[in-house]
C-alpha cells in the first residue's frame, strides 16, 4: 500500500524562534521518516504583507537551506520554492471561485490582519486560504501539519475539497490535521501568556534559531519566573512551565524528571540548565545551515529538482481539474 501523504509549508518571513523550530520544523524529520512527505517554502502566501525585494530573495533562500539543514532528504521528499511551481498559482484562482465571499470574510487570520494592517488589506490577503488550499490539494496530501492559528485555513480546504468533490466526482483527497505528539507551544519569555513570536516589538522575547550561545543565555537568564523558587509545573507558573517545555523539547525529559532534578534548587541553577540545553541543541543545526548556505550551487541544484519533481505530480491535479471543470485541452 502507498504511504499517506503529509505536505507542510513555512512563510519565509525572517528566520523562525525557537518557538517555530521546538514547536514544528524540529518534529519535521520525524513527519519524513514516517510518510511520503512535500515540504516548501510559501512565498506567494509572503508577500500578502509588503517585502523588501532583496531580503525577500535571500529570506527564500535561507528558508529553503534551512529545510535542508534540518535533514530533510530531496532525494527522498520533495522540497521545493512555491513559486517556482506555477500550478499553485493557477489552482488557487480556480478554488477562488468555487469559494464564496462570506465563508472567507469569516477567517480570523484576515480579521486580525486586517485590523493590524489597515493601510493594505489587499486582495491577495483575503484570498490566502485558497492559495493555501491549492497548495495542499495538488499534492492529494492526507495529513497536514497545523498549528492552532491554522486549523481554520485547513478547515475551509476541506470545506472546498468536498464541494468541488460533490459538483465532479471524486477529485480531490480531503485533508486532515496532522496532530505530532511531541512539539510544544512556546510562549514569549517575557509575558508566557503569549506564543514566542519574531514580529514581538520586545526582542527579550523571543530566541531566534540563529541567536548566538551568549543572546540564548542572556534571553534565558532574563526570562520572567515567578517568587516561589520552585521548578514544578503547575497552573499559575506560567513562566516555569514554559521553561520547563523548553527543556523538556531540548532533553527529552519529562516534566517529573524535571521536577526531580531541580528539587531544591533556585531558578538560577534551572535556567542555566535551559540555557546549555538550548544552545546544544541549535547549535548543529546553526553548523549545518552554514554548510549548506555556502554552497549555492548545491542549494539551487536542490530547488531545481524539487520544483521539476513538484511541478510533474501537481500538473496530474490540475489537468484533472481543468478537464472537469470543462477546459479544453488536446488529446494526448
Ligand atoms: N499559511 C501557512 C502559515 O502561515 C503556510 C502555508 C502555506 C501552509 N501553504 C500551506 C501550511 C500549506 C501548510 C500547508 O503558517
Not at 514516517?34 to 530573495?57: G, M, N, S, W
Not at 516561589?228 to 532533553?251: P, Q, W
Request: charged share 25%; net charge neutral.
Amino acid at each position: 500500500m502507498e504511504n499517506k501523504k503529509v505536505l507542510s509549508m513555512i512563510q519565509p518571513s525572517g528566520l523562525p524562534t525557537l518557538g517555530n523550530y521546538l514547536g514544528a520544523l524540529k518534529n519535521w524529520s520525524n513527519v519524513a521518516a514516517e510518510y511520503d512527505c512535500a515540504f516548501a517554502v510559501a512565498d506567494l502566501h509572503a508577500i500578502t504583507v509588503r517585502q523588501d525585494p532583496q531580503k525577500f530573495k535571500k529570506q527564500i533562500f535561507d528558508m529553503y537551506s534551512l529545510l535542508l539543514a534540518l535533514g530533510l532528504k530531496p532525494e527522498k521528499n520533495i522540497i521545493f520554492v512555491q513559486s517556482q511551481v506555477p500550478t499553485h498559482a493557477q489552482l488557487a484562482w480556480i478554488l477562488d471561485c468555487y469559494t464564496q465571499f462570506g465563508e472567507m470574510s469569516r477567517m480570523t487570520q484576515f480579521k486580525d490582519k486586517s485590523k493590524a494592517h489597515p493601510e493594505n488589506i489587499n486582495v491577495g490577503l483575503f484570498a490566502y486560504p485558497a492559495l493555501m488550499a491549492a497548495d495542499i490539494l495538488l499534492y492529494q496530501a492526507d495529513y497536514v501539519p497545523v498549528g492552532a492559528d491554522q486549523k481554520q485555513h485547513l478547515e475551509i480546504t476541506r470545506d472546498i475539497a468536498e464541494r468541488f468533490n460533490g459538483l465532479y466526482g471524486d477529485t480531490f483527497t480531503v485533508p486532515e490535521p496532522l496532530i505530532v505528539e511531541t512539539g510544544a507551544r512556546i510562549m514569549s519569555l517575557q509575558d508566557p501568556t503569549k506564543k514566542m513570536s519574531k514580529s514581538d516589538p520586545n526582542p527579550k522575547g523571543y530566541i531566534s534559531i540563529f541567536d548566538g550561545k551568549d543572546i540564548i543565555a542572556k534571553r534565558i537568564k532574563s526570562a520572567v519566573t515567578d517568587s516561589e523558587a520552585c521548578v514544578r509545573f503547575a497552573e499559575g507558573k506560567d513562566g516555569v512551565n514554559n521553561l520547563m517545555s523548553i527543556y523538556s523539547c531540548c532533553t527529552g525529559k519529562t516534566n517529573e524528571e524535571i521536577e526531580a532534578e531541580f528539587a531544591g534548587q533556585g531558578y538560577g541553577i534551572f535556567k542555566q540548565a535551559v540555557a546549555d540545553a538550548v544552545i546544544e541543541e541549535l547549535g548543529p543545526l546553526q553548523d549545518e545551515f552554514a554548510r549548506i548556505t555556502a554552497d549555492r550551487a548545491y542549494v539551487e541544484d536542490c530547488m531545481k529538482q524539487g520544483a521539476d519533481t513538484a511541478y510533474r505530480i501537481s500538473s496530474r491535479t490540475l489537468a484533472k481539474v481543468m478537464k472537469k471543470v470543462g477546459y479544453y485541452q488536446f488529446k494526448k
